[in-house]
Structure formats: structure tokens, C-alpha cells
């Protein structure tokens, strides 16, 4: 399966501020996925990112408040916007696994916090 | 669009003891059922999966069933040890990469 390096690890930042995450993976993958798990909560989809390609948004999340980057095979950055207390969260990316096997492979996440 | 229930939300087992978490899905586009465990302060890692055309899969103490029909699958620890606390989720995936998580469980092994 591929590696994700994902980073900030954690941040805690001021409300009304912006945080940019980035994701760098070990292979090229199509597909990028990102997710947010709000405290003692599931796996959230925020949107899917193709690289060429605007990212799919789910419902509930919109591209001003969650801009997506995808330059290349390999990365992808994920900014949090205007943040408030109530995106304190673990943000995560995900892509699937390279070399046939099926499956997903996730980083270790961004842990924010809001104050 | 898909909605994925998980039960039990804790579980407390003692140690040698059989864990059963359980899964049910709705959109029968899902075709791809991952079960992932997560520590403090890590990312969730892929424990076993099944896929739609499977009914059972096994690697050492862990399996999972699916009973597609029912749209339920389930995962088996046993003979369970301190180091399998975690929480663990399941997820049902469509061919899109289009993911569901369920709310996760709390497994406690007691030594």
C-alpha cells in the first residue's frame, strides 16, 4: 500500500485564521480522499480530489470553506478557511491502495484545534 | 445515499475472550466493506476487508462475514489481547471510492 505523509501532525490555531494540510504520497494515485472525524466521532467524506479536476464536495461542505488543492499525482493540500472552535477536528486524507490490491490507506492526521 | 449503523458503541470483553462488532449498510452499490482499527492519537489502519462476491475471510484471529442480502457483515476477534483496545470502524465503499463510516466501537481488553 502506499505511504502518506501527512502534515501539520497538530496545530492550534485562532478562530478567524486559515490552515493549510498537506498530504504527500509515496505513489501516483488518481484519487485522494479527505476526511474530517470531529471528536469521539466517525469519518466524515469532505470531498474527493482528482488530480485535473475540481474536487467533489459532499453534502455539508463547500470549496470556501475547505479549498482543495491537487497539483500532481503525488499531493494534495487541503486549507481549513475563516475557522471556527467548531472545526476542531482530526483531518485526514486517504487514497486507495497502488499495485492492484484493493483497499485504502490513511494518514496519520492533522489534529486541530481552535481557539 | 448510504448509511452505514455499528453496533455495539463499547465493548469491554476479557482478555482470550471473543470480540463481534456488527455492520449493517443500506445502498446496495456498496461492494467493498473495510474494517479499520485506530489508536490514540493515529490515523484509522486496515485491519481486513471483504468485497461483495466473499462471504468469509480470515487472517489469524481476525475475520469477517457478509451477508450480502441482509446488507450486514460483522468482525470476530478472538482470543483477544490488551493490544487489540482500540476503536474500530467499519466502512462500506462503493466502486466510485465513495466511503460510509460507521460511528466506530470502543473495544476494551481487559488483562
Known amino acids: 500500500s502506499a505511504v502518506i505523509s501527512q502534515k501539520p501532525s497538530r496545530d492550534i490555531c485562532q478562530r478567524g485564521t486559515s490552515l493549510t494540510i498537506q498530504c504527500q504520497v509515496d505513489s501516483q494515485v488518481t484519487m485522494m480522499f479527505w476526511y474530517r472525524q470531529q471528536p469521539g466521532q466517525s469519518l466524515t467524506l469532505i470531498a474527493t480530489?482528482?488530480?485535473?479536476?475540481?474536487?467533489?464536495?459532499e453534502s455539508g461542505f463547500v470549496i470556501d470553506k475547505f479549498p482543495i488543492s491537487r497539483p500532481n499525482l503525488t499531493f494534495s493540500t487541503l486549507t481549513v478557511s475563516n475557522m471556527s472552535p467548531e472545526d476542531s477536528s482530526i483531518y485526514l486524507c486517504?487514497?486507495?491502495?497502488?499495485?492492484?490490491?484493493?483497499?485504502?490507506?490513511f494518514g496519520s492526521g492533522t489534529r486541530l484545534t481552535v481557539v | 445515499g448510504e448509511n452505514v449503523e455499528q453496533h455495539p458503541s463499547t465493548l469491554s470483553v476479557q482478555e482470550g475472550d471473543s470480540a463481534v462488532i456488527k455492520c449493517t449498510y443500506s445502498d446496495s452499490a456498496s461492494n467493498y466493506f473495510p474494517w479499520y482499527k485506530q489508536e490514540l492519537g493515529k490515523g484509522p489502519q486496515l485491519i481486513i476487508d471483504?468485497?461483495?462476491?466473499?462471504g468469509e475471510k480470515k487472517d489469524q484471529r481476525i475475520a469477517v462475514t457478509l451477508n450480502k442480502t441482509a446488507k450486514h457483515f460483522s468482525l470476530h476477534i478472538t482470543e483477544t489481547q490488551p493490544e487489540d483496545s482500540a476503536v474500530y470502524f467499519c466502512?462500506?465503499?462503493?466502486?466510485?471510492?465513495?466511503?460510509?463510516f460507521g460511528d466506530g466501537t470502543t473495544l476494551t481488553v481487559k488483562p
Open positions: 471483504i468485497r461483495s462476491n466473499v
Open positions: 466502512a462500506a465503499i462503493t466502486n466510485a471510492g465513495k466511503s460510509t
Open positions: 486517504s487514497v486507495p491502495f497502488v499495485g492492484g490490491d484493493y483497499g485504502y490507506t
Open positions: 480530489a482528482n488530480q485535473g479536476s475540481e474536487a467533489t464536495y
